[in-house]
């Protein structure tokens, strides 16, 4: 289903305009590897504006309710971990360690 701004929606929030000048949220993880040094960053970036994309809305037509969610976006992978920015703006902990076995094939 496509996004379409003809369509009339109802927003699941009442304030959109407070919440969309919020930086509250972004969605990235980091990989490092341990014995090369690399740093790799892949984030998530909304293309049809955040409230659409982190939200359904619930959408009327001809009298009847359907949900309707617009999660587009793009995934965006870069060279290196800004650990100075997600450390100030946002989280940055160690969630996993992967060994690189593979003993459960």
């Known amino acids: 289903m496509s996004c379409s701004k003809e369509q009339k929606m109802l927003p699941t929030l009442e304030f959109l305009t407070v919440w969309d000048r919020q930086d509250i949220m972004h969605d990235a993880i980091g990989f ?47 060279m290196g971990i800004d650990e100075k920015h997600w450390r100030q703006n946002g989280t940055l902990i160690k969630v996993s360690q992967i060994s690189g076995t593979s003993s459960f094939i």
């Open 32 to 78: 490092h590897h341990v014995q090369s040094g690399l740093n790799i960053t892949m984030e998530w970036y909304e293309l049809f504006q955040l409230f659409n994309c982190t939200f359904p809305h619930l959408r009327s037509e001809n009298g009847s309710y359907e949900l309707q969610w617009c999660n587009q976006g793009a995934a965006c992978l870069y």
